[in-house]
């Protein structure tokens, strides 16, 4: 394992424990406490965790390192390249460009993928998808 990848394994976990239960038997009734398969899977579930509470910046920085690391599988891919695109839809900058293009990269691995209803139709980046989705038809 590079140092980078020890160093993203070290965020992630400390965002793991920072998120944590303060007891066992807490833990032990909460459904959103699971076990993950992989540390990439960690990534993602952590990346959108922070997506989720507003921490874009964090979110950000996992998801991206995550698209950077080899290890990461296809599907988590396409999970990390959706909250990036979420997120440069939702920035005060005008970044639509960059979320078109982080949907495009979710096309050319997936080019069946479709947001969720409620997904499709949020007002910032459900026209930006339809675009890259009607661009990627032709």
Same mark, same amino acid.
């Given at each position: 394992?590079?140092?980078?990848?020890?160093?993203?394994?070290?965020?992630?976990?400390?965002?793991?424990?920072?998120?944590?239960?303060?007891?066992? &038997?807490? %833990?032990? &009734?909460?459904?959103?406490?699971?076990?993950?398969?992989?540390?990439?899977?960690?990534?993602?579930?952590?990346?959108?965790?922070?997506?989720?509470?507003?921490?874009?910046?964090?979110?950000?920085?996992?998801?991206?390192?995550?698209?950077?690391?080899?290890?990461?599988?296809?599907?988590?891919?396409?999970?990390?390249?959706?909250?990036?695109?979420?997120?440069? %839809?939702?920035?005060?900058?005008?970044? @639509?460009? &960059?979320?078109?293009?982080?949907?495009? @990269?979710?096309?050319?691995?997936?080019?069946?993928?479709?947001?969720?209803?409620?997904?499709?139709?949020?007002?910032?980046?459900?026209?930006?998808?339809?675009?890259? @989705?009607?661009? &990627?038809?032709?």
């Amino acid at each position: 394992m590079s140092v980078r990848s020890k160093t993203i394994f070290v965020i992630a976990m400390v965002f793991f424990m920072l998120s944590g239960c303060s007891n066992l &038997q807490r %833990c032990e &009734q909460s459904p959103e406490v699971r076990l993950f398969r992989t540390p990439t899977e960690f990534m993602v579930n952590v990346g959108i965790k922070s997506f989720e509470d507003g921490n874009y910046a964090g979110s950000e920085m996992i998801l991206q390192n995550l698209l950077d690391s080899k290890n990461s599988t296809k599907n988590e891919k396409v999970l990390a390249n959706k909250y990036l695109a979420f997120m440069h %839809c939702l920035s005060p900058k005008d970044e @639509k460009r &960059q979320c078109r293009e982080h949907f495009n @990269k979710i096309f050319e691995t997936n080019p069946n993928f479709e947001l969720t209803p409620a997904e499709a139709s949020h007002p910032m980046w459900g026209p930006v998808f339809r675009s890259a @989705k009607e661009k &990627q038809v032709k």
